[in-house]
C-alpha cells in the first residue's frame, strides 16, 4: 500500500499527529524557502517560483535581503536589551532564525514563533528540540486573528506583555489584503505592547520599481496566492505611536547594512524595511 499523498514526505503515515497537506497547492511559506536556496518545497511551489523570478528577477535576490534584514534587525534588537520576540509569520526555519540570533546576543532572550501552516509546524517542532525548554516556542495561529495570539496560553508562558517586546513581522503583511485592513490588524498588535517595545517590518513595495512589481505580483497570483505592495507612506501607517530608529524607513538591503551599499548599486530594491520604539 503506498503512502497517502497528503502526507508530508517525512512524517510517518500512522502518526495522527502529522500535519495535512496538498503538496499540490503553492504556498507563500515554501515558494519564499525555495528563492531562499531552501529544500523544503514542491513542485507546485517551484513553478510559482520560476515563474515570477523569470519575469522579475531581482525577486530572488530581494527575498535573500529581506532574510538577511531580519538578522540584522532582531540582532539590532537584542542588543538594545531586548529579550522578547513575538515573531509573526516566522516561515520555514532556515539559518539566522529569529531565536537563534537573539540568543547569540543575550542567551536568556525568549522567543514566541507564529504561522498559520502547518508545515512550518513540523519544522517548529524539530528545532524546538534543540532550544532551551521555556525560551521557545511555535505557535500554529494566523495574523488576522489577533486576540488569538495575544491570548494564547503557550505564547504568554514565554511572553510578558507588561514588559518590553518586540515584535517582528518580517515579510507578512503584504499578504493581508486592503480589505482585511492591516492597519488596523497591525494596531490590535501594537496596542498591547508596553512602552520601550519595538516594532520591526519589512513589507514588499512599488515605489522604485513599479514595473518589475507589478509583473512578479501577477506572475505570482495564483487562486489561493496573492500579495500587495504598498508605499511608504501605507506603510507607515503600521507605525502610529512609535518612533523610528535610523535610518528610518528605507529599503530592505540598505538597512543598517553589513556591507557597504556601494557595492551593490543596482540592486533592484522592491521591500521597504524600519524598526519603530513604542513611545
Request: aromatic share 8%.
Amino acid at each position: 500500500m503506498s503512502e497517502p499523498k497528503n502526507l508530508l514526505p517525512w512524517a510517518s503515515p500512522r502518526d495522527e499527529n502529522a500535519p495535512k497537506i496538498d503538496t499540490s497547492v503553492p504556498h507563500s511559506a515554501r515558494v519564499y524557502d525555495y528563492w531562499l536556496g531552501g529544500k523544503d518545497n514542491f513542485e507546485a511551489d517551484r513553478k510559482v517560483a520560476e515563474g515570477t523570478a523569470a519575469v522579475a528577477p531581482g525577486i530572488v535576490q530581494g527575498a535573500r535581503d529581506n532574510r538577511a534584514f531580519l538578522g540584522r534587525a532582531v540582532r539590532f534588537l537584542a542588543e538594545q536589551g531586548v529579550t522578547q520576540f513575538l515573531d509573526i509569520g516566522t516561515g520555514i526555519p532556515t539559518q539566522g532564525n529569529t531565536h537563534e540570533v537573539a540568543q547569540q546576543v543575550n542567551p536568556a532572550a525568549r522567543i514566541a514563533y507564529v504561522d498559520n501552516d502547518p508545515i512550518v509546524m513540523t519544522h517548529a517542532r524539530a528545532l524546538l528540540r534543540s532550544t532551551r525548554e521555556g525560551r521557545t516556542c511555535y505557535v500554529e495561529a494566523d495574523l488576522r486573528a489577533p486576540k488569538s495570539i495575544l491570548e494564547h496560553p503557550e505564547i504568554n508562558d514565554v511572553i510578558d506583555f507588561d514588559q518590553p517586546v518586540a515584535l517582528v513581522i518580517v515579510g507578512t503583511l503584504m499578504f493581508i489584503t486592503d480589505e482585511e485592513d492591516p492597519p488596523g490588524l497591525v494596531r490590535q498588535y501594537t496596542e498591547a505592547l508596553a512602552p520601550g517595545s519595538y516594532f520591526a517590518v519589512s513589507h514588499v513595495t512599488a515605489d522604485f520599481f513599479p514595473k518589475a512589481v507589478g509583473n512578479a505580483a501577477d506572475a505570482y497570483r495564483t487562486p489561493n496566492l496573492g500579495f500587495t505592495p504598498r508605499s511608504k507612506e501605507q506603510i507607515s501607517e503600521y507605525f502610529e505611536g512609535f518612533e523610528l530608529v535610523d535610518p528610518g524607513m528605507v529599503p530592505v538591503a540598505l538597512w543598517r547594512p553589513d556591507e557597504d551599499p556601494d557595492l551593490f548599486p543596482d540592486r533592484e530594491h522592491g521591500a521597504y524595511g524600519a524598526i519603530g520604539r513604542k513611545i
